[in-house]
């Protein structure tokens, strides 16, 4: 079974510049997430998809940044525009039904670099 | 607000035991995860502990404590491959707070 896809795997953009990270979950999984992990640092959530939903958007920085889920399945996070902070690893995660007991599957992540 | 906290680096030898240890305070408690994260990999979950005690897989064992806020992950019989990222993660509200994560490494 194939695990969460995340592409593109690194991303050179210069500051102001727009950017899109793209996450495809594993089949079947309703929950969707996307962390930031910046270096040295654990994951921080952004936001957390329920289906097509997005159920806790709090800590998205929403002058900028902007997600979608339109079909419950596919994801797109997107930045416009990028600053020299947002440089860091964008995490993609799923997981098969809502409860807190229920473990994360995480992408490999898209590593942000903006110059 | 979260505060979880872990030792930022450990180091042992091959074969050897390592714990490792994660204090927390958080405004709720839904039960503690730990994930193992490689160099630039995806972590990868490794326990969940919600009631008190220890939980026992393999190489691997998880322990809380909710009174104390604390748990550790102890490794055994460690191995080269074990050289990672370990980590700590409380869940509260559907919503995971990471530590800053223990880089564990091992040496011949």
């Known amino acids: 079974e194939a695990g969460v896809v995340q592409s593109p795997r690194y991303k050179i953009i210069e500051k102001k510049q727009p950017v899109a990270f793209w996450c495809n979950p594993i089949?079947?999984?309703?929950?969707l997430y996307w962390y930031r992990q910046n270096l040295g640092q654990g994951p921080e959530l952004l936001i957390r998809?329920?289906?097509?939903?997005?159920?806790?958007d709090s800590q998205l920085p929403k002058d900028r940044f902007s997600a979608e889920r339109l079909k419950g399945v596919d994801s797109t996070l997107k930045i416009q525009p990028a600053e020299l902070g947002d440089s860091a690893v964008y995490l993609c995660a799923s997981s098969p039904r809502t409860g807190e007991n229920t473990e994360a599957f995480f992408g490999q992540g898209t590593r942000l670099t903006v110059v | 607000g979260q505060n979880i906290d872990q030792p930022t680096e450990m180091t042992a030898t091959e074969g050897a035991i390592v714990q490792i240890n994660c204090t927390y305070q958080?405004?709720?408690?839904?039960?503690l995860f730990w994930y193992q994260q490689h160099a630039g990999e995806a972590p990868t979950f490794l326990s969940y502990n919600v009631l008190d005690g220890l939980e026992e897989k393999g190489r691997f064992s998880s322990f809380l404590s909710r009174s104390k806020g604390y748990s550790y992950l102890l490794l055994k019989e460690l191995q080269m491959k074990d050289s990672a990222s370990y980590l700590c993660?409380?869940?509260?509200?559907?919503?995971?707070?990471f530590g800053a994560g223990t880089t564990v490494t091992v040496r011949a």
């Open positions: 958080t405004s709720g408690f839904n039960g």
């Open positions: 998809y329920e289906n097509e939903e997005a159920v806790d």
């Open positions: 089949s079947g999984h309703n929950t």
């Open positions: 993660a409380v869940t509260n509200d559907y919503k995971l707070s």
